[in-house]
């Protein structure tokens, strides 16, 4: 007979719990994973959840139930449960559920750290996921087996510390070669620009032809220079969206997608249907439960300055 989730998550039978805690890993990590996210929800309603295109790709490590995929970003891929998992980028959604009950760390982590920590350049996972055991090997069943152990967050966050350090050190001394000085420097080029930057402008700067670019680019990152300039505008306007709605801040779209590089408010909605899956108003809706569509919020806040912190959180 299959467990119940109280059975599975001893927390559900005390009450609803729901955590959510983030943190930056220590300094030598910071210019190859930006984030830890530390998540555990217990005896809350069963959600659907949307895996966002980012320029981050993803690990996860659970910690008390398996995690759901229904969807990939690749609809030629089926759904699945992974105890840990590390996915590529990708640009369009993926589909995460759950039964009340969800728990793990995931790690955002640069495609530039994807050959020091999966062993593997990060175009090979791209729009796919995999079980990390199978392209960090031991590496990722250490960390699986003791951050389920750690009492803490600030423990769960220092096993990674610990552990991935150790692998990035092990790589540089075994010679492990980072990306080209090419692609490396085109893909910061266009996160600084905040994907704004054209392709065959990026192409003259990095003093390869646009064909030659494109081909290196997907080759190491999993995106082609030009979608993965539309995930970074993508992820910037999303992430600036849902500060701004989380705040209660006036929701004005046609400023915002001038802001982030878009044409106007209908270039923006053509890009969230695409990656997505739905139009901001309608994934804001989804994202705030309690938030109407159509609903108009007080201009309280500065979209500048909204901006400038999106950024750094």
């Not at 449960?81 to 009950?101: D, Q, R, S």
Request: with cysteine; aromatic share 8%.
């Amino acid at each position: 007979m299959a467990a119940t989730p109280a059975a599975r998550d001893p927390d559900a039978r005390a009450g609803p719990v729901s955590e959510s805690v983030a943190a930056r890993p220590v300094a030598e990590l910071r210019p190859y994973i930006a984030r830890y996210s530390g998540f555990r929800q217990a005896g809350v309603p069963s959600a659907r959840h949307a895996g966002l295109p980012s320029p981050y790709l993803t690990l996860i490590f659970t910690l008390d139930q398996p995690l759901t995929v229904a969807a990939h970003p690749d609809p030629g891929q089926p759904g699945g449960e992974y105890v840990t998992l590390a996915g590529g980028l990708h640009h369009a959604p993926a589909l995460i559920t759950h039964e009340g009950y969800q728990s793990g760390i995931q790690l955002a982590l640069s495609p530039l750290g994807a050959r020091a920590f999966l062993g593997i350049p990060a175009g090979e996972l791209a729009s796919i996921d995999v079980d990390a055991r199978e392209v960090c090997g031991h590496v990722a069943t250490e960390i699986q087996q003791r951050v389920q152990a750690a009492a803490s967050w600030p423990d769960r966050f220092a096993v990674l510390d610990e552990v991935l350090s150790r692998r990035l050190r092990a790589y540089r001394r075994d010679g492990g070669a980072d990306v080209s000085a090419e692609v490396g420097f085109a893909w910061r080029r266009l996160l600084a620009s905040e994907g704004t930057i054209g392709v065959s402008a990026l192409a003259g700067e990095t003093g390869w032809s646009g064909r030659h670019l494109r081909a290196r680019f997907a080759a190491e990152i999993g995106l082609t220079p030009k979608t993965a300039a539309r995930v970074v505008r993508f992820y910037r306007a999303m992430r600036l969206l849902r500060r701004r709605a989380g705040a209660g801040a006036r929701l004005d779209l046609a400023t915002l997608a001038v802001h982030c590089g878009y044409y106007d408010q209908a270039h923006l909605d053509a890009e969230f249907r695409a990656l997505a899956g739905a139009p901001p108003t309608t994934w804001l809706a989804r994202e705030f439960r309690n938030l109407p569509a159509d609903r108009n919020l007080p201009a309280d806040r500065n979209l500048q300055a909204d901006a400038e912190a999106a950024a750094q959180g």
